[in-house]
């Protein structure tokens, strides 16, 4: 039997999974069956089973019940109504039952705040505003606004002249705004933004292993027609811990860190694209496929390594709940990479960071792969 606390809990579970659908749609049908007992258990436990009956007879909470009549003349009872199914019709009325009220009706609020233009690329993205103010949620359209119309500015973030958004709030919600906007890079320039390197074969004639240097002049390593014909296989990490463990000497080979979002950065190395091959390898996460995804706009050969559905099934008791989103189409995903994807979800929504798989078994990978 299902009381009110067992149905709250229940709804509250999915109302987290639920909320794009629910903050999009007028009308939301949605049904759980009660587990109404049966004769002999009433027989057995009668005081549990009435208290089961009147709760859901006298219910006054959001939803309708449905009873059905039942014949327990065996049990002495005779004929009883019995509650069996709790229904909602609406998203508020589910919002209720899951005892999230207050934080669906802010959220409903703040997504007409950003822009009914915006509301279907927002609902992608609800963890990247649910927690601004609705004064933040009613700057984000214009600024939105005045990328559409200024997508090349060049400006520094801090520089970007739109009423009442301080420079801060645009580094630390760019995220948001590209997505709203579809774009990978806002056109902006940021003074320390640096492209950081580990040489893994010396002959590449930079006299250094580990460089971090602005675009600029990591743009102007290796040039054309210069004393070094450049690397040939590029190696692109996601994160930091793996960058640093690159120490192994593979031939023609350099290893690029920072990749993530920012992948825009990396179509400016113009002896990047002069490599005969790359190499990606990131978080088995909702948000490495999508990093992946956008590498691919650039560079259509790149290559996934540590990416496939075997690697899911090996290393999923390293994982934990992803909070990203997987409902955006990824079409540059190959069909492999696009079953590892499907595969962390059929574990549980999972997210596996690249750090984790232990070196011994990453490190034979990557020698496979670049030797």
């Not at 049990?75 to 934080?103: C, H, K, N, W, Y």
């Not at 790359?278 to 790149?302: C, K, M, Q, S």
């Not at 595969?343 to 011994?360: S, T, V």
Request: aromatic share 8%; charged share 20%; glycine share 8%.
């Amino acid at each position: 039997m299902r009381f009110p606390a067992d149905v709250s809990r229940l709804a509250a579970r999915q109302f987290a999974s639920r909320l794009p659908e629910l903050l999009d749609a007028d009308s939301y049908e949605w049904s759980l069956p009660l587990h109404a007992p049966q004769a002999s258990t009433a027989s057995i436990d009668f005081d549990t089973v009435q208290d089961f009956i009147h709760t859901w007879q006298g219910w006054t909470g959001p939803g309708s019940i449905t009873t059905k009549s039942k014949h327990w003349h065996r049990a002495g009872l005779g004929i009883q109504q019995v509650p069996t199914r709790i229904s909602t019709s609406t998203p508020a009325e589910f919002a209720a039952l899951a005892g999230a009220t207050e934080d669906f009706k802010a959220l409903q609020e703040k997504l007409v705040l950003l822009g009914s233009a915006n509301t279907e690329r927002a609902l992608e993205v609800i963890q990247l505003w649910r927690d601004l103010t609705p004064q933040e949620c009613a700057w984000v359209p214009q600024v939105v606004d005045w990328f559409r119309v200024n997508p090349s500015s060049g400006l520094r973030p801090r520089s970007v002249p739109v009423a009442g958004v301080h420079g801060k709030w645009l580094e630390h919600h760019a995220r948001l705004v590209r997505h709203l906007l579809g774009v990978e890079d806002l056109g902006l320039v940021s003074g320390d933004h640096l492209i950081r390197l580990r040489i893994l074969d010396r002959s590449l004639c930079t006299g250094l292993i580990d460089v971090s240097t602005p675009l600029a002049e990591a743009s102007a390593l290796w040039p054309a027609g210069g004393p070094s014909s450049g690397p040939q296989i590029a190696l692109i990490v996601e994160n930091k811990e793996t960058f640093l463990n690159l120490t192994n000497a593979w031939p023609s080979t350099v290893a690029v860190w920072g990749a993530g979002y920012a992948v825009g950065m990396l179509d400016r190395l113009p002896w990047l694209h002069r490599c005969h091959r790359l190499v990606y390898w990131g978080d088995l996460d909702a948000e490495g496929f999508a990093i992946l995804h956008r590498l691919r706009h650039h560079f259509p050969t790149v290559e996934s390594m540590l990416m496939s559905p075997a690697d899911v099934d090996r290393w999923a008791h390293l994982g934990v709940p992803d909070p990203g989103n997987y409902a955006t189409d990824l079409p540059l995903l190959s069909s492999e990479e696009s079953d590892a994807r499907r595969a962390l979800l059929m574990h549980g929504k999972i997210r596996i960071e690249q750090e984790r798989i232990p070196w011994d078994a990453a490190l034979e990978a990557l020698d496979g792969r670049l030797r």
